[in-house]
């Protein structure tokens, strides 16, 4: 287990370099040139310069593959992203500012999620077929088939024609005061948490139903240990193995619903963060933020695949 | 037990018609929730196929004097603020999603079947080199990369159906994968291999069965996950473009400053979002329960 570990750190190497690769690339394929945009924008005075000076001014006019070492050996070397080609400020300051923001509002889906789906996976399995089975099950679907942004639209449209109520969007900081702070992220949450909670809830059910059919949870019944021991010590053991691989799947599908939800909702997170920066084609936003989901994401399912070993000693790394 | 040696041939085999008809049967007996999510996909693709008989308008037909009309006998939906049947725009919106959801989720399958048996199966450097393109492909979140290659390549229905397919198809190998870890690890595996079995054997005829479960399952949530995602994109303009009556498109732009003054504009696309998703899902559930040949007798 110890080598697996050690062998799967020094695997992280070359994800993380994919990874770095495939960002730099993709981002730097957005056609619009944001020396066009900055040319053609009165506000910053682009029209004083020329174009070459800008390019210069930017690094653009380096090869891509300068741009690129240069990029990852100034955040390797001095933790920085570089600028912003728009505000001029850091990258890196601004990111880790708005990281915050994101992962309260992940880490709150994710709960929302566990919470709910598990215990009723487990349920609707040992009740297989039953009413409690299809009712569990068709609200459970229902809540996977509701559209986020559907929902937060409803959420933003009915209580205001109704009752003239409508979700705040003057965003507060959980330093600021955690408990306004709770109350407004709740909604977002809930709404993310809905659709991951369904499917954390179908795989439980799905894989429940396949390890209560195996020899060792028959023995298990017939020896005479009791059913509630039997489903939680020797079957939801099992079963939960590819729940976990769902978490780590689910991260950037979280963080992808963070966006929705942040734009919807006006949450100053990373998700705005991203969509002004491509809307804008401010290259150095886009690739850190990129970069840093990216990152986090590699690091979870590491943890998710050695979490393998300790839930299963059957499966084996050689 | 009763060990599958590679030789023996499988029981049960069923002649396709009986079986057609004989699934029906067991569908509509036994499985009330899933044959109600068959039927409201035979209605979803009926409406699919033949929205331009259906539809009592155009779906870009534009009538200034009927704007922003509540749902009344001459539109069943009501109207938008442009004036356009609401109904007739939800009918063409199921021809695009009919379109785009069974073909990237097809599309999605293959992908992850592929990588997840292979890769499963084989384990040692290839499963460790296609696990770090996994995970260097699955750091990215979705809507980035949709965003990215969409503008990229320009938005259309093509290249949504390409990045989506691809997009959950190596995301979803890792569900295969983790299943397969552990098939391989049974008797009838190392069976086969001791016989003499071939690679494309053993892995079509000893491992896909055997992960068709988690395979069904992950077809019908990337059904619904692939029209739910389109939908997604075109709420942030960036899904087929307008004029085009995508359910998600109508939800957003210039629509959603009316809908506090025609709540039904709000109504109709989620709702036919909704529907079509949770049908196809609790049909696949049902298929799962009716067609694992190893679930077959627990009842």
Redesign the interface.
């Known amino acids: 287990m110890q080598a697996y570990i050690v062998r799967r750190l020094l ?1 992280l190497i ?3 370099i ?2 770095s690769l ?2 730099f690339i ?2 730097r ?4 040139d944001v020396i066009d945009l900055m040319l053609s924008s009165n506000d910053i005075g682009a029209d004083k310069k020329s174009r070459a000076q800008l390019e210069a001014a930017l690094g653009l006019d380096q090869p891509m593959v300068t741009q690129y070492f240069r990029w990852i050996g100034a955040l390797l070397f001095e933790g920085s992203l570089g600028l912003s080609l728009w505000q001029n400020t850091p990258v890196m300051e601004e990111i880790l500012h708005r990281l915050p923001i994101t992962f309260e509002l992940g880490i709150m889906g994710l709960v929302v999620a566990l919470i709910v789906g598990i215990p009723i996976g487990v349920y609707s399995a040992v009740a297989q ?1 039953t009413v409690g089975d ?1 009712v569990t ?2 609200f459970a ?2 809540a ?7 929902v937060g ?2 959420v933003m ?2 209580p ?2 109704w009752w003239g109520w409508s979700p705040d969007v003057k965003f507060t900081s959980f330093t600021q005061d955690p408990l306004k702070n709770l109350a407004q992220m709740v909604i977002p949450a809930l709404i993310l948490g809905k ?1 991951f909670s369904a ?1 954390t809830m ?2 439980t059910r ?1 894989m429940m ?2 390890v209560m ?1 195996q ?1 060792y949870i028959r023995t298990a019944l017939a020896k005479g240990l009791a059913t509630r021991t039997t489903i939680l010590r020797h079957a939801l053991r099992n079963a939960l ?2 729940v976990v ?2 978490v ?2 689910q991260a ?2 979280l ?2 619903g963070a ?2 939800m942040e ?1 919807i909702f006006v949450i100053p997170g990373m998700g705005l963060l ?2 002004e920066a ?1 809307s804008q084609r401010d290259y150095p936003i886009i690739t850190g933020v ?1 970069l840093i ?6 690091l979870i ?1 590491l943890l998710v695949d050695l979490s393998y070993g300790l839930l ?1 000693p ?3 790394y ?1 | ?1 009763v060990a599958v040696v590679d030789t023996v041939r499988p029981p049960r085999r069923r002649q396709p018609a009986a079986g057609v008809v004989g699934f029906m049967v067991r569908l509509f007996r ?1 499985k009330p ?1 899933g044959a109600f999510g068959f039927v409201v996909c035979a209605i979803f693709l009926f409406c699919g196929i033949f929205a331009d008989i259906l539809a009592p308008y155009g779906f870009n037909q534009i009538s200034p004097v009927n704007r922003l009309k509540p749902p009344s006998e001459k539109f069943w939906l009501g109207t938008d603020n442009l004036g356009r049947d609401m109904l007739s725009r939800c009918l063409y919106g199921a021809q695009l999603s009919v379109i785009i959801g069974l073909s990237a989720a097809a599309l999605a399958t293959v992908v992850s079947v592929f990588i997840g048996i292979v890769s499963g199966y084989l ?2 450097k290839f499963d ?1 080199i296609m696990q ?2 996994v ?11 949709l ?3 969409v ?2 390549v320009g938005p259309g229905m093509g290249p949504v159906i390409v990045i989506l397919g691809l997009l959950y198809g190596i ?2 190998s ?2 295969i994968r ?2 397969v ?2 098939v391989r ?1 049974n008797a009838y595996v190392h069976a086969a291999q001791s016989t003499g079995a071939s690679l494309p054997r053993i892995l079509w005829r000893h491992i896909l069965p055997n992960v068709m ?2 395979v069904i ?1 992950l077809f019908t ?1 990337r059904v ?1 996950a692939v029209i ?1 995602a389109e ?2 994109l075109a ?2 303009g960036l899904g087929v473009p307008p004029p085009a009556p995508t359910w ?1 498109g109508m ?2 732009g210039s629509g ?1 400053s009316f ?2 003054l025609a ?1 039904w504009l ?1 109504l109709a ?2 709702l036919c ?6 049908a196809i ?2 049909f696949g ?1 049902a298929l ?1 329960d009716l067609l694992d040949p ?2 077959r007798g ?2």
Do not use: C, H
Request: net charge positive; no cysteine; proline share 7%.
């Open positions: 695997a070359p994800t993380l994919f990874a495939i960002v993709t981002v394929l957005i056609p619009g077929d299809y099950r068709s679907i229902l996977l088939a509701l559209p986020g942004f559907w639209t409803l449209v009915f205001s024609i659709a499917v179908r795989l799905t139903l396949e059919r020899d193995i590819p691989t769902l780590g799947l950037p599908v963080v992808g966006v929705i734009q991203l969509l491509v990129f989901v990216g990152v986090a994401v590699v399912n299963d059957k499966v084996r050689r | 037990m036994d929730l384990g040692g460790m770090r393109f995970d260097a492909w699955m750091s990215f979140p979705d809507l980035i990369i965003i990215v290659v503008s990229v995301g979803g890792r569900i983790g299943a870890l552990s690890e479960a988690p399952v949530t619904g739910l939908s997604g709420f942030l998600g939800l957003s959603r809908m506090y709540p709000a696309p989620g979002i909704t529907i079509v998703v949770y899902n609790v559930d799962r190893r679930m627990s009842r």
